[in-house]
């Protein structure tokens, strides 16, 4: 298809740009001057402008506007070229439809012009519209600002534009990667074409953070969690001076073993709870590694012999020993608190086992209870009896006094 426009005054003839138009593409599909062309706000436009030289021709020029948005001309424009008659040229115009834009309808004009001849020029019919699902971030504020001290805490607010058709529950999280730090906030609903802000995101800079220039990435999860946008922010740390009186390594975590106060027997199983509170400003491993128990128990831990630990976070495992049948005695074995390659604590634990099995007084209490049983039943047979015995004697006397009275009232001979 060739679309050509010529400019005719009414008493002197102004020569058009001496180019036919082959075609014109938007992000890849050809369009037509006749059709409604459905494109969505904060979107980028492809255009690719096919031209035909219908005359030697200098210093063409090819442009794409919108006009009608409140805040400047959307356009975009070529280099000056020169063209042949007969010769082709594409050329790439590309522009970017702000996400503010009012949703209507709106004409793309493309046109053609030299330094003399006459504006040609082509109108499409757009009509803008919004995706069902869309975010952008208007705003992230830090506080006490973008410069924060080592030590101290950074709190983020984020402002929230929902630009869908459809209102959106978001997680809002706040991330530094380099230092490990993480903080996020759920708001329960942005109504379409809503601004909100989130509550403060609290993170607080390690003390010896290095000083310097970090990212801070703020991503949205919208969408049920399928649709995520990203936007990065730069932050700087500063010498906070507290990296001198950070907690030695050894009291970055703080741990307590507990030692069995009684004897078992054998068959029942020592217990020894072990805790561990992370002191230090990041995320920790730590590993239980029991030895010297393997010749005289079996062992098992619970819930794992790993643990990670957040920053200030405490918990709890338990080491169980189960000694072998025929130990007996006390017993030794050592217990390691280990961190990456750090021995953090380690100590030795003992447990007494004696040489009663733990079954006997199962025995006994199941004898006492026998007999206990027994001697209940006896009891109630006696009570039956003598209620029996009770009741036949209650009975015989009733019977001799109404044959007494029967004797007085007759005469026998």
């Known amino acids: 298809m060739v679309l050509l426009l010529s400019l005719v005054a009414a008493t002197v003839t102004v020569n058009a740009v001496p180019i036919a138009v082959d075609f014109v593409k938007l992000d890849g599909?050809?369009?037509?001057?006749?059709?409604?062309?459905?494109?969505?706000?904060?979107?980028?436009?492809?255009?690719?402008?096919?031209?035909?030289?219908?005359?030697?021709?200098?210093?063409?020029?090819?442009?794409?506007?919108?006009?009608?948005?409140?805040?400047?001309v959307i356009t975009d424009a070529s280099d000056i070229f020169d063209i042949d008659a007969g010769e082709s040229r594409t050329v790439n115009l590309d522009m970017h439809l702000?996400?503010?834009?009012?949703?209507?309808?709106?004409?793309?004009?493309?046109?053609?012009?030299?330094?003399?001849?006459?504006?040609?020029?082509?109108?499409?019919?757009?009509?803008?519209?919004?995706?069902?699902?869309?975010?952008?971030?208007?705003d992230v504020s830090f506080s006490p600002g973008s410069t924060v001290q080592a030590g101290r805490s950074l709190l983020t607010t984020v402002r929230i534009e929902n630009q869908g058709e459809q209102d959106e529950e978001v997680k809002v999280t706040v991330a530094v990667p380099e230092l490990g730090l993480q903080a996020s906030d759920f708001i329960d609903e942005i109504e379409s074409d809503e601004i909100t802000t989130s509550e403060e995101l609290f993170i607080r800079i390690p003390n010896c953070a290095e000083p310097g220039q970090y990212?801070?990435?703020?991503?949205?999860?919208?969408?049920?969690?399928?649709?995520?946008m990203t936007e990065q922010r730069t932050i700087f740390v500063e010498d906070g001076g507290l990296c001198s009186i950070e907690a030695p390594a050894e009291e970055k975590a703080l741990i307590a073993i507990g030692q069995p106060k009684n004897s078992v027997a054998p068959g029942e199983r020592l217990t020894y709870p072990i805790t561990i509170t992370n002191a230090g400003d990041s995320a920790s491993s730590y590993a239980l590694d029991i030895q010297g128990a393997a010749g005289w128990a079996t062992v098992e831990v619970n819930p794992s012999n790993v643990m990670t630990l957040k920053p200030g976070e405490i918990k709890s495992a338990f080491v169980y020993l189960t000694p072998m049948a025929g130990i007996t005695g006390t017993q030794a074995f050592s217990l390691s608190v280990n961190s990456g390659d750090e021995t953090l604590k380690q100590v030795t634990l003992t447990g007494e086992i004696d040489g009663t099995p733990a079954v006997e007084p199962v025995k006994k209490k199941s004898t006492v209870r026998a007999l206990t049983i027994g001697l209940i039943v006896v009891i109630v047979i006696l009570i039956i009896i003598g209620l029996i015995v009770a009741f036949s004697r209650m009975k015989g006397n009733e019977d001799f006094e109404e044959f007494e009275e029967e004797g007085e009232g007759q005469n026998y001979y």
């Open 29 to 72: 599909d050809i369009i037509s001057t006749d059709e409604v062309i459905e494109v969505d706000r904060n979107t980028d436009l492809n255009l690719k402008v096919k031209v035909i030289g219908l005359a030697d021709a200098d210093d063409i020029r090819l442009s794409a506007e919108i006009h009608g948005f409140e805040h400047g």
């Open 215 to 228: 990212t801070a990435e703020i991503t949205l999860s919208y969408n049920d969690d399928y649709d995520t």
């Open 98 to 138: 702000p996400s503010r834009m009012d949703r209507d309808d709106y004409l793309l004009r493309v046109f053609a012009f030299d330094k003399r001849s006459s504006l040609f020029q082509l109108n499409f019919n757009l009509n803008i519209d919004t995706a069902r699902h869309g975010l952008e971030v208007r």
